[in-house]
């Protein structure tokens, strides 16, 4: 089954404290990309990678880290994180054939 | 940069009547991809539908239809003999066909919340 999934799904930290959320997916999947959605503003393109090694800036990259080791995996680092990333996060997977596949969601609070 | 608004914040429909989604969006470019997406309590992102801009035919699915009008920059979603399963946050997105850096990435608009009423 065509899956991709995060973890946590829930998430409540203290600012400062270092944290990671994984994203992997089975489908082999060159692009993959991180979002996060906040009341009012849909969702926002954080960054993306076009394959391994590749990865680069979205609309609101500050704040965050990513890394593409393998082809699977996409973690998304927030090395210092604030209150203003309390936020719902969606890791995303896209086939050549233009399909997009979305993870279940990551709902962090940073107090 | 493209943009995407949805001006209504919510919306709501009495079940088994039609209700129709607002979207409108700013580009320059002319080949693009135009998307409906679905996000149930469950905070799951579904897509309902999909419109590509090359092609004049509106998309349908099933109860679902879209009005795409190019010049206008408009492509709004009717849903038809509406269910309580249809209750649920709707995002228009928006995706260039070219490549480059915004190759992949979906500009969404702020979301419509879609009440159904039994």
């Known amino acids: 089954e065509a899956q991709v999934t995060q973890n946590p799904r829930y998430l409540i930290t203290v600012t400062g404290k270092k944290l990671t959320v994984t994203c992997s997916q089975n489908?082999?999947?060159?692009?993959m990309s991180w979002y996060r959605q906040d009341p009012g503003l849909g969702l926002r393109q954080i960054y993306y990678s076009m394959n391994v090694e590749v990865t680069d800036k979205g609309d609101v990259p500050e704040g965050y880290k990513v890394s593409r080791k393998e082809k699977r995996n996409f973690p998304l680092i927030l090395e210092s994180p604030s209150p203003n990333q309390t936020s719902l996060y969606f890791c995303a997977t896209k086939h050549s054939t233009d399909t997009q596949y979305f993870g279940p969601g990551t709902r962090l609070t940073v107090l | 940069a493209q943009t995407v608004t949805q001006s209504q914040p919510e919306m709501s429909v009495q079940e088994a009547e039609t209700v129709t989604l607002s979207c409108t969006y700013d580009?320059?470019?002319?080949?693009?991809?135009l998307f409906w997406y679905k996000q149930p309590p469950s905070r799951q992102m579904i897509l309902v539908i999909r419109?590509?801009?090359?092609?004049?035919q509106n998309a349908t699915e099933n109860r679902f239809s879209v009005n795409f009008q190019k010049a206008a920059k408009s492509f709004s979603l009717k849903i038809s003999d509406s269910q309580l399963g249809d209750a649920a946050m709707y995002f228009c997105?928006?995706?260039?066909?070219?490549?480059?850096?915004?190759?992949?990435?979906?500009?969404f608009g702020q979301g419509t919340i879609l009440t159904v009423h039994p």
């Open positions: 997105a928006y995706r260039t066909r070219a490549g480059g850096t915004s190759y992949g990435k979906l500009t």
């Open positions: 419109q590509e801009a090359y092609k004049q």
């Open positions: 580009t320059s470019e002319s080949d693009y991809y």
């Open positions: 489908m082999n999947h060159e692009y």
